[in-house]
């Protein structure tokens, strides 16, 4: 069971992101579950939503307590809430931003992780030139498939495809990739141990 | 309990066509089994968590995907189930949902489809009752309305909601009784799964045409829901209660059928999980279910010999199917999302009158009031004080104490002005 939590705010897809995450998975012939925090969502409230990746079917409906990765969609609630709180030893962290992790105050959880396992993308202004709003939840996801190789860009795309119409579905698209790719350089500079292969084998 | 993570990459080559079985919302899921059950009228007030249900619905009538029938909005739920009285008398083949305070706003048309035993089938998204408000998911809507003579299911997973769809309008339209479907609201009609749905073919073949057992038709005018005085009344209620138990009847040859026809173990009384050799048995409805599995298989890892039984039809009660699935069990454990204040858990209750006959004790759990979160780890340490004969008759899991205890401290301390 891999298990993901997507913290952001109202409006900027977060349960989108889930949904599609689960689909995704689904797609790559895994099961999947996504549900969103169940709150009374409103434009910039904060807003969670889970997704669990398994290889045999899932039964449990409780919220995740203790992620496998956790996806910040939006900065500005990494001090505000635990957002790391019951995260595995080996976990993944990405941040929607174009700081560095160091400079957004995450050393505590970049201590605690794996080397590569916290990393930042700048999600919304890849949504921005690809989609042309600055909604960050498709990059994040294209960054996340990268980072975590637990699902392909490939799956990916075909969720995207699935969701959105033609038009919009390929702008997303892009901007997965755009994301996808930055990840991937990212990486390429860094030596292969934090490069999360082992997920892939 | 963390299990590790063991993913491995799906065989071969990623399949990029629709495969038979969906990744989709709950709502959506559910929306497209009533349409495959071809209702000719839809009426429908939203309220969450019901929402996504009928706005779909509305989608497949206005874009043609759900031909040959009518979506009425109405301006509340007092009207969406009394247009649908009015639609299902007149031979229509009708449909609503609603959740919560919708419900209680339709308590009287719930008690007129039932008592002019209309073939409706109704989704309920559960959802707790204010005050105060709570938009989050138990089952105090579907116990407020328990005994107002419909047959009601509780599902499992959104599969088994698309399943007990296609079930009830055959069941409702076999009997002539209208038949509520419920669906943990949230946890269910927000959660995106795996589920397959049938051929409309296939549906076809499943459900007849709806054939009423009496038409309001100008040319040869009735009436129907009469007054009906102390000489007959008694008897209209004891018919009533007769069709009820001839619904338990039918419903596990149904769920039978529809395994043969379908291929899924889908509706019926009850399910059991692991009750063979189970000194502790226990009973829930609805999604809670899934986690109570997962408990009990861990428990069962560490030799606790517990079981579950999975209770689908609630209402009619199936005292003897409970009585049967419990028989072997040294206790009985019900966990349930309601709470009748000054009674206690109504579904442990019933259980309760179903044991009447046996020495075995019921113990009550109450969990998940309003949306609290029914976390695995809770619902172990309830088993394991069961296993240790320390559990107290009643228990409110989770419960914050320091809260309800200076609550009642302040209570205390109130005086009235002089």
Request: proline share 6%.
């Amino acid at each position: 069971m891999f298990q993901v939590r997507i913290h952001g705010r109202g409006g900027q897809g977060v349960v989108t992101a889930a949904e599609l995450l689960s689909m995704t998975a689904f797609t790559e012939g895994l099961h999947a579950q996504a549900f969103p925090s169940f709150g009374s969502e409103r434009m910039g409230a904060p807003v969670a939503a889970f997704c669990r990746i398994s290889n045999t079917p899932i039964r449990t409906r409780e919220p995740i307590a203790d992620p496998d990765g956790v996806i910040v969609q939006d900065p500005t609630l990494i001090h505000l809430f635990d957002l790391f709180g019951g995260l595995s030893k080996e976990g993944f962290v990405l941040v929607n931003s174009s700081r560095t992790p160091e400079s957004l105050g995450l050393s505590a959880i970049l201590e605690k992780l794996p080397t590569g396992h916290v990393r930042t993308i700048p999600a919304t202004e890849i949504a921005r030139e690809k989609i042309g709003r600055p909604i960050p939840n498709i990059a994040m996801l294209g960054g996340f498939a990268a980072m975590t190789g637990i699902i392909t860009l490939k799956a990916l795309a075909w969720a995207i495809h699935t969701k959105f119409p033609k038009a919009l579905a390929e702008k997303n698209i892009e901007a997965a990739q755009a994301a996808f790719a930055a990840v991937q350089h990212a990486i390429a500079g860094e030596p292969i141990a934090a490069r999360g292969e082992e997920l892939m084998v | 309990m963390k299990t590790p993570i063991q993913l491995t990459p799906p065989k071969g080559p990623v399949e990029l066509t629709l495969p038979k079985a969906r990744q989709i919302e709950g709502s959506r899921a559910i929306a497209e089994a009533v349409g495959l059950c071809r209702p000719q009228v839809i009426c429908a007030y939203p309220i969450t968590p019901q929402t996504h249900i009928v706005e779909e619905l509305s989608a497949m009538v206005k874009t043609g995907e759900l031909m040959d029938c009518e979506f009425i909005n109405v301006e509340s739920e007092f009207a969406a189930l009394s247009v649908a009285i009015g639609a299902s008398a007149a031979g229509a083949r009708a449909y609503t949902a609603t959740s919560s305070q919708g419900l209680l706003y339709m308590a009287e048309a719930v008690y007129n489809a039932s008592g002019m035993q209309l073939p409706i089938v109704m989704t309920l998204g559960n959802r707790a009752i204010g005050a105060p408000i709570n938009i989050w998911n138990d089952h105090s809507d579907a116990m407020a309305l328990r005994d107002a003579g419909w047959v009601l299911l509780f599902a499992e997973t959104n599969q088994e909601a698309i399943d007990l769809h296609l079930q009830a309008f055959r069941l409702a339209e076999e009997l002539s009784t209208p038949v509520m479907v419920c669906v943990d609201g949230f946890i269910l009609t927000h959660a995106y799964e795996e589920v397959e749905l049938p051929t409309p073919e296939a549906v076809d073949r499943w459900l007849p045409k709806f054939q009423p057992r009496q038409v309001l038709d100008p040319a040869e005018p009735i009436t129907m829901g009469a007054l009906v005085g102390p000489e007959s009344f008694s008897e209209v209620r004891y018919l009533a209660h007769r069709k009820q138990l001839r619904a338990l009847e039918r419903i596990p040859e149904l769920s039978a059928e529809f395994n043969a026809t379908f291929g899924r173990n889908s509706g019926g009384i009850l399910r059991t999980y692991k009750t063979e050799g189970a000194e502790t048995i226990v009973l829930a409805m609805g999604s809670i279910n899934g986690t109570i599995e997962d408990a009990i298989d861990e428990l069962r890892r560490n030799g606790h010999a517990i079981g579950a039984v999975i209770l689908t039809t609630f209402r009619p009660f199936p005292y003897a199917s409970v009585a049967a699935a419990l028989k072997n069990a040294s206790q009985a454990i019900v966990v349930e999302k309601s709470l009748t204040a000054g009674m206690g858990g109504p579904l442990a209750a019933d259980v309760t009158l179903a044991l009447a006959n046996t020495s075995t004790p019921v113990y009550s759990v109450i969990a998940g009031l309003g949306g609290r979160p029914i976390p695995q780890a809770s619902l172990e340490s309830i088993f394991e004080r069961a296993r240790d004969r320390e559990l107290p008759e009643t228990t409110f899991l989770d419960l914050h104490w320091d809260a309800v205890n200076q609550a009642i401290t302040k209570e205390l301390s109130w005086t009235p002005h002089t």
